[in-house]
């Protein structure tokens, strides 16, 4: 069984990705909820978190695991997860970003993802690129923010950055998807960037070369706090699918 964990719901939009190359494989998630956001937490403390969630994962029959987080990928490669079997977020995207060699992209994340430096050590010189830590936008996404605030959000970060061409944007946190829309139009009018590379992708196509996606396809969601927003997003994701959610 494949396990998934995040930090809240941002996990979903890798799970998406992976139920539309995988839709036969058996996956439990865990989102950690109660514990979010990851995105300013000490790495101390990440680790903590990260063996934790994968413990819930183990116990729940999870054989091999996608780490959704990148606020936790430093601590996953450091060996926090426990897993032989685990695909983090960064080092699938380095390679995606192979096709773009020579481009200049800009990353935006958590805070906790920028100081960790892990897409640095990942994306080496394949391709130019800056980071913006943008520490509201996660929370705003997790806790069901409107469109206009997660806009104004963005737009603060943006300008705060200055304007520069970008060729693309690197949406470092999976949270990001959910405000993917206004992101690009941000980008646009800010950087004249009109790519976005989507990490899920990526990492959903690894995990369906080196995991096993042979089953019943089912799916159990294992939150660590109740949320109407994970639970709506859940919905919408998967309208037609069979799962459970269960609140530890």
Do not use: W
Request: hydrophobic residues 40%; neutral net charge.
């Amino acid at each position: 069984m494949i396990g998934l964990f995040d930090s809240g719901s941002g996990g979903l939009t890798v799970l998406a990705a992976l139920r539309k190359r995988a839709p036969n494989a058996d996956i439990v998630y865990f989102g950690d909820i109660q514990n979010a956001p990851y995105g300013e937490r000490e790495a101390k403390e990440l680790v903590r978190l990260t063996e934790s969630g994968m413990k819930r994962l183990s116990e729940a029959g999870a054989s091999e695991v996608v780490s959704a987080c990148n606020s936790v990928s430093l601590s996953v490669l450091m060996g926090s997860a426990g897993h032989e079997r685990i695909i983090e977020m960064t080092r699938p995207v380095a390679r995606a970003l192979r096709a773009h060699a020579g481009g200049t992209f800009l990353l935006i994340a958590t805070p906790a993802t920028v100081r960790s430096g892990i897409y640095r050590d990942a994306i080496g010189v394949s391709v130019r690129f800056e980071e913006l830590p943008i520490p509201e936008l996660a929370p705003a996404i997790e806790f069901g923010a409107e469109k206009g605030e997660m806009r104004g959000i963005i737009k603060k970060s943006f300008l705060e950055h200055g304007k520069k061409n970008y060729d693309g944007i690197i949406l470092g946190c999976t949270h990001y998807p959910f405000a993917r829309e206004e992101i690009e139009k941000e980008a646009r009018d800010m950087f004249g960037a009109t790519l976005v590379i989507d990490p899920a992708e990526a990492v959903a196509e690894e995990a369906t070369r080196r995991f096993s996606i042979e089953g019943k396809g089912t799916m159990r969601f294992l939150i660590s706090k109740d949320s109407e927003v994970f639970r709506t997003r859940v919905r919408e994701l998967f309208p037609e699918a069979r799962y459970t959610i269960e609140v530890l």
